[in-house]
């Protein structure tokens, strides 16, 4: 099928809706490949465009994809916090059973939004190192804010402390990070663990092995603030 040849954008709205064409194609094109593999040359043929039209909308790639890294931020925050909040975790009679139940919910939405996971990964290795420093900024202060809310969100279900909760969030979304690029869902190289026995130790499943860490986490928590 030809791909559309876009006009140069020539007004606010219209310029826009061109950002969101990109947007939307990059996201599509993540989940299918990976983000370490789509350039910016795919984006480009997704949306019918040129690779040179591409940089009047966004400076690189990496800026592409760090919007995408804090749109799905603020998403995963709204998710996760009404998780967390009191009719979620009101079948959790005891603290055991609330730390159990938050630290489910962590990892099952963080499971459940695989681009995120994969962006995890790239913001720090690259994404934040390939735009401008307004670009990090505006990007940063979108993500300090929807983790303070989830830390937030976590101390009134947990009774934790501000550094307790803010330490619960970076590991969750730290590991969710680093386990989803050890698992390598959906390529040759997860195929590969799984077809080789000596290799069985390295096929992760990532949504046990996170509540797992998560719920230690918690518990140790829990316990030091008992005592």
């Known amino acids: 099928m030809t791909q559309p040849k876009f006009e140069r954008a020539r007004s606010v709205e219209a310029k826009r809706i061109r950002e969101t064409a990109i947007l939307r194609e990059a996201a599509r094109l993540a989940v299918e490949h990976g983000v370490r593999a789509v350039t910016l040359t795919d984006i480009a043929a997704a949306v019918g465009m040129h690779k040179s039209a591409m940089l009047r909308y966004f400076e690189t790639r990496e800026e592409i994809f760090l919007r995408l890294a804090a749109a799905e931020w603020q998403e995963w925050s709204k998710e996760i916090r009404d998780r967390l909040g009191p009719p979620a975790l009101r079948g959790a009679t005891d603290s055991e059973a609330r730390l159990t139940a938050a630290a489910g919910a962590l ?31 505006t990007f940063k202060i979108i993500v300090v804010a929807e983790a303070a809310a989830v830390s937030s969100a976590l101390c009134a279900a947990l009774g934790l402390t501000p550094s307790q909760g803010g330490n619960a969030v970076a590991t969750a979304t730290a590991m969710a990070g680093a386990l989803w690029q050890m698992a390598a869902p959906g390529t040759e190289l997860r195929r590969f663990y799984e077809d080789t026995p000596e290799l069985a130790h390295a096929v992760i499943d990532v949504a046990p092995r996170l509540t797992d860490i998560l719920t230690a986490l918690l518990r140790g928590y829990s316990t030091q603030n008992t005592a």
């Open 107 to 137: 990892a099952q939405t963080l499971v459940a939004r695989p681009m995120f996971c994969d962006l995890l990964a790239h913001t720090p290795l690259n994404l934040e190192r390939g735009v401008s420093f307004d670009a990090v900024r």
